[in-house]
């Protein structure tokens, strides 16, 4: 809950940054869903993080004539400042309800895995390949310059689109799974996963395109 915390730090350090999505899943039963009043929610316990993603978020839907409202104008600080029961989370659903809202669209930091790159030169012809003398010859480094492998973090954030009005289980409209990879700066990443974010869903038919 609270690993973006983590992905905001590090998104201040490293240098190259790709979002993806690697696997969405949509429920047959909502086919033709429509939301019409969206809370936005970013699990976080950095209140700038969450403002920064929550914002871009709900604008990219107000752009699309979606009524979109972040959550950290909707709950009270006492909400999110202390960890809350079952009968309190349902105590606040049913205050949404009261309030209009029909769906919640949150995302949250499922994991981080450190990975490791080659730094040198990656480009060797074929000749090179031929002779053990040439292929240590270009390998060697490895035992003599630090750093020779790069470190960087593939993030793996999930977002989910839920029907707030239903009352079961079965009320999971749209999941899906996205990587960032050696994140280079808070604003920029959080734009492409925005946008990655909403491409999912205008694929989906969920909205239609701003433009």
């Known amino acids: 809950m609270k690993k973006l915390l983590y992905l905001l730090i590090a998104l201040m350090v490293f240098g190259c940054s790709s979002t993806r999505m690697v696997d969405s899943w949509k429920n047959d039963d909502y086919f033709n869903y429509k939301p019409k009043k969206i809370l936005v929610v970013g699990i976080t316990d950095n209140l700038t993080a969450r403002m920064i993603f929550e914002e871009r978020l709900a604008k990219e839907l107000v752009d699309r004539n979606l009524n979109a409202v972040k959550s950290y104008d909707e709950f009270e600080l006492t909400f999110i400042s202390s960890k809350q029961t079952k009968e309190d989370i349902d105590k606040e659903v049913g205050k949404l309800l009261?309030?209009?809202?029909?769906?919640?669209?949150?995302s949250a930091v499922k994991g981080v895995d450190e990975k490791t790159k080659y730094s040198g030169d990656r480009i060797a012809r074929d000749y090179y390949w031929r002779r053990f003398g040439r292929y240590y010859f270009l390998y060697q480094d490895v035992y003599f310059i630090e750093g020779y492998y790069d470190q960087y973090n593939v993030y793996h954030i999930e977002a989910s689109l839920y029907d707030l009005q239903t009352n079961k289980d079965k009320s999971l409209v749209w999941v899906a799974s996205f990587d960032i990879v050696d994140p280079i700066n808070i604003s920029s990443t959080i734009?492409?996963?925005?946008e990655a974010i909403i491409k999912s869903l205008e694929k989906e038919g969920y909205f239609k395109s701003s433009k």
Request: charged fraction near 30%; glycine fraction near 8%.
């Open 98 to 106: 009261k309030s209009g809202f029909d769906t919640v669209l949150i």
């Open 191 to 194: 734009d492409d996963y925005v």
